[in-house]
């Protein structure tokens, strides 16, 4: 004990000079930046620019700087570089500042903030576009091969409620690093443009950058105000339905299958639902699955509707939209056959009741005799039959003959037996 006492003893002395020696002196003065500034370089987009203060006292410490967002939005964040790019909406103007810190585990240093402002552009109040949507849907592209997807852009707005009746808007968007102006307008009844359609973009389907969109005007009258807004391709991209959706019934097993949309996505970046309904009695089964094929048991003795939709998981990028239902495949027996089936069970039925009725009505009230008098049996060709017997009695000579004789009256035959 008496030898780790000095051992301890240097350790912790170490410890301090090492700690001395990586901590900057608290004393040090920080400075903010100086010349800073916010440039415009595309849609919804600045730059922001700043230099060190050359005042600032060099010591062995790595300098960083904070950035605040004021509007349109707050935000903040750090950096070691003296720029940083920034994808807001412009329209309602945008101001930033930006300071030198120096931070460790337990304190942190900080100047005084650098301010720089964008104010915003000029134009009427009412007179912008409201209620700007978009959406991206993507197509097959057969004749090439770099970008075997195409991906059109389809936009809507509504006219400014203090907007001139002569206003026209115009609309461009921004992806990346390409800028293109609409080209194909949809007009209201005054012919201002109200949508816009892109057939073909440099959007990539596959992409996480935001899509910026411009809307600006001109009139004679009064300065319309542009307006922008950001979007998000998951949140506005339009999947297209499953291909080639087949359905078949073996017994009471119903089988589905269908092909991926089409899409820039793999097979294995897709969830599915599929909707059943059952047209006998209005029962719909909705399953989720990540495959492309499912099985269920169902009445053979029903028919069915079997519709398939599609999104992207959240395993390639952030859940979307779904996509609309496939056109519905149509599985089994006609829901209207064992209703005729019924029908004329119930009409058989029907018929043999009321024949037993009758008869019974007929027996009851003597009806059938009249209605079905029996037939006379046919008359005798010969008149008179007579029957001769010859009785032979012991002791006795005499001789008995018995003549039989039918007499026949109209209708009825009696039997009469004479004697002699």
């Not at 899509?211 to 998000?232: M, Y």
Request: proline share 6%.
């Amino acid at each position: 004990m008496i030898i780790m006492a000095p051992v301890l003893l240097i350790l912790l002395g170490a410890t301090e000079i090492l700690q001395a020696d990586l901590l900057p002196d608290e004393k040090i003065s920080l400075l903010p930046p100086i010349n800073f500034t916010i440039k415009v370089t595309g849609l919804a987009q600045v730059l922001l620019h700043w230099e060190s203060n050359p005042d600032q006292e060099q010591r062995n410490v790595n300098l960083e700087y904070q950035v605040k967002i004021n509007a349109p939005k707050e935000d903040d964040y750090e950096t070691r570089i003296t720029e940083s790019k920034c994808v807001t909406i412009l329209h309602k103007g945008f101001s930033a500042s930006v300071r030198t810190i120096l931070q460790n585990d337990h304190s942190l240093l900080a100047s005084s903030w650098a301010s720089a402002e964008l104010h915003a552009p000029p134009g009427s109040p009412g007179t912008s576009v409201v209620n700007l949507t978009c959406t991206t849907n993507t197509t097959a592209d057969n004749y090439s091969h770099l970008r075997p997807y195409q991906v059109s852009l389809h936009c809507t707005w509504l006219v400014g409620t203090d907007a001139p009746e002569d206003t026209q808007y115009f609309l461009y968007y921004r992806y990346g690093s390409w800028t293109e102006e609409c080209q194909e307008y949809s007009k209201d009844s005054l012919g201002r443009n109200i949508a816009c359609w892109f057939p073909r973009t440099f959007i990539r389907s596959r992409g996480r950058d935001w899509l910026a969109v411009l809307v600006n005007g001109s009139s004679k009258h009064s300065a319309i105000k542009p307006f922008d807004q950001l979007f998000a391709l998951h949140a506005i991209d339009r999947i297209n339905p499953p291909l080639n959706v087949t359905a078949e019934i073996e017994g009471t097993r119903l089988s589905i299958q269908w092909e991926k949309p089409v899409s820039a996505f793999p097979i294995h970046c897709f969830d599915y639902e599929v909707k059943i309904h059952n047209a006998r009695n209005g029962y719909l089964q909705v399953e989720k699955m990540m495959t492309n094929t499912f099985i269920s048991i169902i009445d053979d003795l029903s028919k069915y509707d079997v519709q398939v939709r599609a999104a992207v998981s959240s395993m390639c990028r952030e859940a979307g939209l779904w996509s609309e239902w496939s056109q519905p495949i149509y599985v089994g027996k006609d829901e209207h056959k064992p209703l005729r089936e019924w029908f004329l069970i119930v009409l058989m039925a029907t018929i043999c009741f009321i024949l037993l009725i009758l008869l019974l009505i007929c027996r009851i009230c003597h009806l059938w005799i009249k209605l079905f008098p029996p037939i006379p049996a046919p008359k005798s060709n010969i008149k008179d039959l007579f029957v001769t017997a010859n009785y032979e009695k012991a002791g006795s000579v005499e001789t008995e003959i018995e003549v039989i004789s039918y007499i026949e009256k109209p209708g009825v035959e009696t039997l009469e037996d004479s004697v002699f």
